[in-house]
């Protein structure tokens, strides 16, 4: 009698054979294994879907095809751009991240390796091949073909063409050489008299050189390198000579999210004011920051944007901050827009986190940032350039052939927030090295800006006493969540204060600033160590301590954060605010939440609860939704078991973002070691290939 997969137990005698005789299976069996994975929650319901549209297309499909391509789907989930057979054959369960970890395997259910158990990579390449579903990445006329296969790796048609889209542009605007100022030296030096370091290579002189050779560039550095500060004084490098013509450049700044473009305009707009520029020069350069969604208008309900290749963007110059977090997608069509002619410059963090959708766009693009591979030819025009030797600066040799991106990337590497003494400095080096053992000797004795607890169990009073007081080291010490409801309570106006007058907003601003003092981050979004159980935990410790009331939804001192934009109330995903109690026009008190203004032009706003809907509380969030921000004190919470997010680029993320204090909460010993060796993995052919 004919047995079907679903008959086949996982013992190592079968699972050795099993594709061997998956050929003489019908795809309806693996679709029903597919199905059991779905209800598993190992894979997604838009994972089989798909699978099920490819079987509508050609019935009958291979199942080792049909696995694929379901594997393919799954990968996107995840933030791999494709399926690295390869990879997927030497380690099924880690590069497929399969079962989630933390699910106990129960009931006879088949692994991915025992699925694959025995396949050999020739073998599936051509099975894959064969099928009428997939175009050989470069076959023509295959464009209407829903799989991609490129060497070992199979990619869905819309995401193997946004690959191809970015590669080729950035290939093209590498070549795309810009006229140089004779003058450009001089230049530089004006702009950078004093700045650097005695014996240490100024690196942000040299990124804005490299910036003015090409149509594309990218500048990477951690926390304090002075991203920002190169980029202003690239822009006033680029932009003296055009208005001395009498042709002021066009220039736009953006940030993925609504928080890191309000950062960056508060920050862009200090920096312009310091600029030892002419005044005609510093009023070209502009200091309100735009998100990437606003730039390209954005179509509600549409993956389209207003402007695009036959539309594209009026400028001549754009910044993009905060670069770690645009996915591939939004790349694709960032780039699409762009004039021909125009010079994008890339400010980032390549050791951030990647963004939540599919691809590490700008860790694919900094893989040689820390090597330099800069060619004999461009190394010698920096020092001709910059008027320093690079000799002794470490870096790898390269060449303009097989190292052409790596011409126009320039990495930061001095820290001026976390600097040689700094302990939060320190922990992110040894974290960013993946030196597990020197980092836990960190914690163990700590220098005083880091601090470590250790949690006996899930109900430990030293954990709630961190949440309310911080670090008790007195008013100047790291603070916990009763610092801002202090202000909130203390510097509260008068109540017979008009509602109109000037000092509601000024004592909501102050409300909104001391939030910023302590923020707790998470790795993960459920359980008790994760946003949603820590929110209700801290709730609960604050309602106990009589410093809110937070029996109704919506009370004062809620902390809210926006999870979508809002360009009707001029929010963006990403904004915090707080409910505060006003007056209203009768002097009634009345809830309004107020929002920090994020047009560049300080102030705060206010919004009646009523008008939020994409708002979520915030005392905890997860470490992705805080990139762009920064806290005085930071509270990382590690979760209590393994998870697939917990790699160092999460640990590391976390730690940065803390300005003077940073705290690890560990449920479990154990765990912050096992997250600092393991590094994000995203599979991507960006840039891959030579030229």
Request: proline residues 6%.
């Amino acid at each position: 009698m004919s047995r079907s997969l679903l008959d086949l137990l996982p013992t190592p005698l079968q699972a050795e054979h099993l594709l061997a005789l998956a050929p003489q299976h019908r795809s309806s069996d693996l679709l029903q294994l597919l199905d059991r994975w779905v209800e598993r929650g190992w894979l997604r319901a838009l994972d089989r879907a798909f699978v099920s549209f490819l079987e509508t297309l050609a019935p009958g499909s291979d199942p080792l095809l049909l696995l694929a391509a379901a594997l393919a789907s799954h990968q996107l989930g995840h933030g791999h751009v494709c399926l690295d057979l390869q990879q997927t054959l030497a380690e099924p369960d880690f590069a497929l991240s399969l079962p989630p970890e933390g699910d106990a395997l129960t009931g006879p259910l088949l692994l991915p390796s025992q699925l694959l158990a025995g396949l050999d990579l020739d073998a599936w390449r051509q099975r894959i091949a064969a099928s009428p579903l997939v175009a050989a990445a470069d076959a023509p006329g295959q464009h209407t073909r829903p799989l991609v296969l490129s060497g070992e790796r199979l990619y869905l048609r819309r995401y193997w063409s946004y690959e191809r889209r970015i590669d080729s542009t950035l290939r093209q605007r590498l070549t795309q050489a810009d006229a140089i100022p004779p003058d450009l030296a001089a230049r530089l030096d004006a702009l950078f008299e004093g700045g650097s370091l005695a014996g240490q290579v100024d690196w942000q002189k040299l990124a804005c050189a490299l910036a003015t050779r090409a149509g594309f560039s990218i500048i990477t550095g951690g926390p304090g390198t002075g991203k920002t500060t190169t980029v202003v004084r690239l822009l006033a490098l680029l932009q003296a000579p055009a208005v001395e013509a009498g042709r002021p450049l066009r220039i736009r700044l953006a940030a993925p999210t609504g928080k890191a473009a309000a950062r960056l305009t508060e920050s862009i707009g200090q920096q312009v004011e310091r600029l030892q520029v002419s005044s005609a020069v510093r009023g070209h350069i502009p200091t309100e920051v735009s998100t990437v969604h606003r730039l390209l208008g954005s179509r509600p309900g549409s993956r389209h944007f207003r402007h695009n290749a036959a539309n594209p963007l009026p400028l001549d110059v754009l910044v993009v901050d905060e670069a770690s977090m645009i996915d591939l997608e939004m790349m694709a069509n960032l780039l699409d827009a762009m004039p021909p002619k125009a010079r994008l410059v890339l400010l980032g963090d390549k050791d951030q986190l990647a963004s939540v959708e599919a691809g590490a766009v700008l860790g694919d693009l900094c893989r040689d940032a820390e090597q330099g591979r800069y060619s004999p030819a461009t190394q010698a025009w920096l020092e001709h350039i910059g008027g320093q030797s690079l000799s002794e600066s470490g870096l790898e040799p390269g060449d303009e052939q097989r190292h052409p991106l790596a011409q126009q990337v320039v990495m930061l590497r001095f820290s001026r927030r976390f600097g040689e003494g700094s302990g939060i400095g320190q922990l992110a080096r040894l974290v960013n090295r993946q030196q597990s053992h020197a980092a836990r000797n960190l914690l163990a004795m700590p220098p005083p800006d880091v601090h470590s607890l250790a949690l006996k169990q899930e109900h430990d009073r030293a954990f709630d006493r961190l949440l309310l007081d911080g670090l008790d080291r007195g008013a100047e010490g790291p603070q916990g969540y009763r610092s801002y409801l202090r202000t909130l309570g203390s510097q509260r106006p008068a109540l017979d204060t008009p509602f109109d007058d000037p000092a509601w907003e000024r004592w909501a601003a102050k409300v909104l600033h001391s939030f910023e003092d302590f923020q707790l981050l998470c790795a993960v979004r459920r359980g008790a160590w994760g946003v949603e159980g820590l929110n209700e935990r801290v709730a609960r410790v604050l309602h106990n301590a009589r410093l809110i009331d937070s029996q109704q939804p919506w009370y004062e001192g809620r902390p809210v954060l926006v999870t979508r934009n809002d360009y009707g109330l001029g929010l963006m995903n990403g904004d915090i605010g707080i409910a505060l109690c006003l007056p209203d026009e009768q002097g009634r008190p009345l809830l309004r939440v107020a929002f920090p203004r994020n047009d560049g032009k300080g102030g705060v706003r206010f919004v009646l609860p009523s008008r939020l809907n994409e708002v979520e509380t915030v005392f905890a969030m997860t470490v992705h939704k805080s990139q762009g921000s920064e806290f005085g004190h930071t509270a990382l919470v590690l979760p209590d078991a393994l998870n697939p997010v917990l790699t160092k680029e999460l640990i590391y993320t976390g730690i940065t973002r803390a300005k003077h204090c940073f705290s690890l909460v560990e449920p479990r010993q154990g765990i912050f070691e096992e997250a600092v060796e393991r590094k994000v993995r995203r599979i991507s052919g960006l840039m891959l290939e030579q030229v």
